[in-house]
């Protein structure tokens, strides 16, 4: 069998996201509208909150929703997500983190043991938008209504996908955020958006957002610096020596979860506000926004049923009525051993072919004091993605060449 893995074209290096790069335009222009005048042209977005990451968008929201309601302490999250999730819960005293599982092949919490878990101590459940892909949110409002918690729509990689109403994803709970860190298409390197149908809780939000975030001096002069170095280094050349060259290193060093850059603490979330450099950098991304993600759903187009057909390979998709957005494929192998062999071909070739998450969240040994303290409900769906799941990218970087060698990869590692 053909195991030599295709390699990246000499020097190159494919992001394993599409992310929108930036111009040297985006810095100087003086934007069309501001950043939170642009979103609010977007179906929905009226009146964004902008803050420093998404994990601050959500701290702001779980400390707003405590105030509201003290008696409760209890934050539900999918098992299969973002170990920023749990952490967040961390900023907020007395709050904690409890995983539920994901339905079977899937990024939906599972209606049943959502509702087994969800009781008059539960403040908030929160549906994600993994991968560009658009949660059933109502099915969790549904559940979480039948004990009177909130709904919080974690959106952090779904920043421009619609729900079945048209509107934007974020506003189908009482609160939404996206994340507009490096590598989820628009970027100010770090930096997240808050948004709420509810305008009394919009106004709470705001106040809360207020004096939650203020302005830092260390970190806007250091979320700058990064921010340059992105618009420097986003380009298939740029990442060679700015990811790949440590992604194989970590992987040689067998550590996956370093690789993919899910290891985190609690140093790894400041909380401070979004200086007006980036806020204009994103004002003009956002110009761009639209016409990436079209690129991006036209190629999905094509390449998303060419990767479904491979014998047994499923890829996660949209519900009827929804319109996600494509930033890489979640491609579910027939089985861990396929998966690995996959990955095991691929991973180091820079073209693109990575993991989301490595572990479901109670696997992840730097969260178990978070989670530990309660039941930890069984979550095998969410370890059978941790398990089956590969990343392809949706990169307009990565050519028709590169993708038939991919595609041929994972044919033989069937
Ligand atoms: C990245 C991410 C977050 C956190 O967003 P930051 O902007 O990095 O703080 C939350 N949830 C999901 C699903 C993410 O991918």
Redesign the pocket.
Same mark, same amino acid.
């Given at each position: 069998m053909d195991r030599m893995p295709p390699k990246a074209r000499m020097g190159r290096e494919l992001p394993p996201t599409a992310g929108l790069p930036l111009t040297w335009g985006d810095y100087v222009r003086q934007p069309g509208q501001s950043f939170a005048g642009g979103l609010g042209q977007w179906p929905g977005l009226s009146d964004p909150l902008v803050t420093c990451? @998404? #994990?601050a968008a959500l701290v702001v929201v779980l400390k707003t929703l405590r105030q509201r309601r003290p008696d409760r302490n209890a934050v539900i999250i999918p098992a299969y997500?973002?170990p920023? =999730?749990p952490l967040a819960t961390r900023l907020v005293p007395g709050l904690r983190a409890i995983v539920c599982d994901t339905v079977c092949s899937g990024i939906d919490l599972d209606p049943q043991q959502l509702d087994s878990l969800c009781d008059a101590r539960t403040l908030a459940v929160i549906p #994600?938008h =993994?991968g560009g892909r658009v949660a059933d949110v109502q099915a969790a409002r549904a559940v979480a209504a039948r004990c009177g918690a909130f709904v919080i729509e974690?959106a %952090?990689?779904a920043l421009g996908a619609f729900a079945e109403d048209r509107q934007s994803v974020g506003l189908g709970g009482d609160a939404g955020f996206f994340? =507009? %860190?490096a590598g989820?298409g628009l970027t100010t390197y770090?930096g @997240?958006i808050l948004v709420s149908r509810d305008a009394q809780l919009r106004a709470e939000l705001a106040a809360v957002a207020r004096e939650t975030l203020r302005p830092h001096l260390g970190w806007t002069l250091r979320r700058n610096l990064e921010l340059l170095g992105y618009g420097l280094f986003y380009t298939p050349s740029g990442l060679r020596l700015a990811y790949g060259h440590n992604l194989r290193k970590k992987l040689a060093a067998g550590d996956e979860a370093a690789a993919v850059g899910d290891v985190f603490t609690l140093a790894d979330m400041p909380l401070h506000s979004l200086d007006a450099l980036r806020l204009r950098v994103a004002a003009n991304g956002l110009a761009r926004l639209p016409a990436h993600l079209e690129e991006g759903r036209r190629l999905a187009g094509h390449r998303r049923g060419q990767l479904a057909a491979l014998p047994g390979v499923a890829v996660i998709g949209d519900r009827l009525g929804t319109e996600g957005i494509w930033p890489f494929f979640m491609v579910l192998m027939p089985g861990k051993e396929q998966r690995d062999r996959a990955l095991h071909a691929l991973w180091r070739t820079g073209n693109g072919v990575s993991k989301l998450f490595v572990h479901a969240l109670p696997d992840y040994a730097f969260l178990a004091p978070i989670l530990a303290g309660h039941d930890l409900p069984d979550c095998p769906n969410a370890r059978d993605l941790a398990d089956r799941m590969l990343t392809v990218s949706n990169t307009p970087w990565l050519d028709e060449a590169t993708f038939t060698l991919i595609m041929h990869t994972l044919r033989s590692s069937l």
């Open positions: 990451s @998404g #994990t997500n973002c920023l =999730l #994600t =993994l974690d %952090a990689q994340s =507009l %860190a989820k770090e @997240g």
